[in-house]
């Protein structure tokens, strides 16, 4: 994916530090840092994308770095992937190689 919005999908770059929390309706992709909560309908945490904090969104795509809880309709996490904290979701997809700590609620939100 290339750091440039389009499709009406809003970006966070590699460079972009966010203090404090990003919502949206539309879908979000972080290739930056975000210290605070995200809400969004579609997040994808790119694999130099950091969250220190919480995310709720209909569906949420794991590459990167997160920490705190989760709680969305879908959720994966992809290989080189790690994340901490706690997980309540309907589906869940981990790759090989992703790293998981925490509690998970799968099936139930």
């Given at each position: 994916m290339n750091e440039n919005s389009q499709n009406g999908q809003s970006v966070v770059s590699t460079d972009?530090?966010?203090d404090g929390n990003l919502e949206t309706n539309?879908?979000?992709?972080?290739?930056g840092t975000v210290n605070g909560h995200v809400t969004a309908a579609k997040l994808v945490l790119?694999?130099?994308?950091?969250?220190?904090?919480?995310?709720?969104?209909d569906s949420a795509e794991?590459?990167?770095?997160?920490?705190?809880?989760i709680n969305?309709?879908?959720?994966?996490v992809r290989a080189g992937?790690?994340?901490k904290g706690a997980v309540a979701c309907e589906e869940l997809v981990v790759e090989?190689?992703?790293?998981i700590s925490g509690k998970f609620r799968v099936g139930t939100k």
């Open positions: 972009v530090t966010i539309g879908s979000v992709a972080i290739h790119e694999t130099s994308g950091k969250i220190k904090g919480n995310i709720k969104a794991v590459l990167g770095h997160q920490q705190g809880k969305t309709q879908s959720l994966t992937a790690v994340l090989s190689g992703a790293i």
